[in-house]
């Protein structure tokens, strides 16, 4: 019995909302499918934030799901860049499941672009190492607004057709 397991993941970067508080929340969309015709088993995907978020000030860890697979309460994209927990992952034949992850980000002046790389892996039933890799490309965008009012403070008559006005900028 010849066996031929393979895996493929596609990661998009699904949603970007500025929060108005110089912060983005980044939500992602991570799909690994068995393309091959085996079930695979020990699935785990890797996420490293700290390479993704180069140049930016900060990124925290807003939330991790997933209906199809188990993951990992622990992971923070810094030391612990494994999305789902254990061992226990595995996909049928033909199946696919999808990781929901969602990241705020404070870019500081790196609007982007950034490059976020994530790694499948997994086994065949007989131990047959396999993988995926997939990269999202994203950057934020910023709409600076500035509002400008003024008011008169002050208005004295002078001189004949001439009068003195004090403005107040807001």
Do not use: H
Not at 125 to 154: D, Y
Request: aromatic share 8%; charged share 10%; net charge negative.
């Amino acid at each position: 019995f010849s066996e031929a397991p393979s895996m493929q993941i596609s990661k998009t970067a699904s949603g970007i909302t500025n929060n108005g508080d110089a912060t983005y929340n980044v939500s992602f969309s991570i799909v690994v499918e068995n393309t091959g015709d085996v079930p695979l088993t020990n699935i785990q995907v890797v996420d490293n934030l700290t390479q993704t978020f180069t140049g930016a000030s900060a990124f925290s860890i807003v939330s991790l799901a997933s209906d199809d697979f188990s993951v990992n309460g622990s992971y923070n994209g810094t030391s612990n860049t494994q999305l789902l927990s254990g061992s226990t992952n595995g996909l049928a034949f033909g199946g696919s499941g999808t990781i929901l992850l969602t990241v705020q980000v404070t870019p500081g002046s790196k609007l982007g672009p950034y490059f976020n790389f994530v790694e499948g892996t997994g086994n065949s039933l007989a131990g047959t190492p396999v993988s995926g890799t997939s990269t999202a490309t994203f950057s934020f965008t910023e709409n600076p607004l500035l509002g400008l009012a003024k008011r008169v403070v002050s208005n004295v008559e002078g001189p004949v057709g001439t009068f003195e006005v004090t403005y107040e900028i807001l």
